[in-house]
């Protein structure tokens, strides 16, 4: 049997034959990745975070994948001026998703805004400027599939190990990123700017987060290698 990794959706308003319509969507990239490394994607709706503990018995890992901001009350913050696309019904699924995983040892990649969700859920904070911070651009939204920036990475890390190398280019698709790193996690990957670009749990456990988007670089081995990891993790559990 294949694992099966669910994978969280993004909801989103599109105009269909019957008017405005709420859409639960994941991109082909994700699925198709997740393909090739040998996993079975399901998609994830944002449902009531109650319903977390019965979702979660269809998988056996989860994929935390990209989209719009998260609310920064709840990282003790008031929203910046680019603060944008914030949907708390996300949040709150996509928090105790990532949290009940954990709870019940099922291997977690977190992409983008997932990777900000992972340090949230553990206590940290966001940058919501990451321009204004460090004065480097790394929204660079109109060419995702460009490798734009260098990435460090600590060798002996579970993200080394997952990528097979300890520096990488990357696309950068992100505005938004780690300030403060939650309880529990550590720093693994740096961007040319120092900004935090991967993260992982300090203890025992597979939980990675990676601030660029890696399920686009189709072409890419080493990038392709964090699915393969995910993957490898969940047939454990299968």
Same mark, same amino acid.
């Given at each position: 049997?294949?694992?099966?990794?669910?994978?969280?959706?993004?909801?989103?308003?599109?105009?269909?034959?019957?008017?405005?319509?709420?859409?639960?969507?994941?991109?082909?990239?994700?699925?198709?990745?997740?393909?090739?490394?040998?996993?079975?994607?399901?998609? $994830? *709706? =944002?449902?009531?975070?109650?319903?977390?503990?019965? #979702?979660?018995?269809? @998988?056996? &890992?989860?994929? +935390?994948?990209?989209?719009?901001?998260?609310?920064?009350?709840?990282?003790?913050?008031?929203?910046?001026?680019?603060?944008?696309?914030?949907?708390?019904?996300?949040?709150?699924?996509?928090?105790?998703?990532?949290?009940?995983?954990?709870?019940?040892? $099922? *291997? =977690?990649?977190?992409?983008?805004?997932?990777?900000? #969700?992972?340090?949230? @859920?553990? &206590?940290?904070? +966001?940058?919501?400027?990451?321009?204004?911070?460090?004065?480097?651009?790394?929204?660079?939204?109109?060419?995702?599939?460009?490798?734009?920036?260098?990435?460090?990475?600590?060798?002996?890390?579970?993200?080394?190990?997952?990528?097979?190398?300890?520096? $990488?280019? =990357?696309?950068?698709?992100?505005?938004?990123?780690?300030?403060?790193?939650?309880?529990?996690?550590?720093?693994?990957?740096?961007?040319?700017?120092?900004?935090?670009?991967?993260?992982?749990?300090?203890?025992?456990?597979?939980?990675?987060?990676?601030?660029?988007?890696?399920?686009?670089?189709?072409?890419?081995?080493?990038?392709?290698?964090?699915?393969?990891? $995910?993957?490898?993790?969940?047939?454990?559990?299968?």
């Amino acid at each position: 049997m294949k694992p099966v990794i669910g994978i969280g959706a993004y909801p989103r308003t599109m105009e269909t034959e019957f008017g405005p319509t709420l859409l639960h969507t994941v991109s082909r990239f994700y699925l198709r990745a997740v393909e090739r490394a040998g996993g079975a994607p399901i998609i $994830l *709706p =944002v449902t009531e975070a109650r319903n977390v503990t019965d #979702v979660l018995r269809m @998988a056996h &890992g989860v994929m +935390l994948t990209g989209g719009g901001d998260i609310k920064p009350s709840l990282y003790g913050q008031v929203p910046h001026d680019s603060t944008r696309m914030v949907n708390p019904e996300r949040d709150a699924f996509e928090i105790s998703l990532f949290e009940q995983a954990l709870g019940a040892d $099922l *291997p =977690v990649l977190a992409i983008c805004r997932g990777v900000q #969700v992972m340090n949230v @859920a553990m &206590g940290g904070t +966001l940058s919501q400027d990451v321009f204004a911070a460090t004065g480097q651009c790394h929204d660079e939204y109109t060419r995702p599939w460009e490798l734009v920036h260098g990435v460090k990475i600590e060798p002996g890390s579970r993200l080394s190990g997952a990528l097979g190398v300890t520096e $990488l280019c =990357v696309n950068s698709v992100h505005h938004q990123g780690i300030a403060r790193l939650g309880s529990g996690l550590r720093a693994v990957a740096w961007a040319d700017d120092d900004s935090p670009e991967g993260i992982e749990l300090a203890s025992e456990g597979f939980a990675i987060g990676v601030q660029w988007h890696p399920e686009v670089l189709e072409d890419q081995p080493e990038q392709q290698g964090l699915f393969r990891a $995910l993957v490898e993790e969940a047939r454990l559990r299968a």
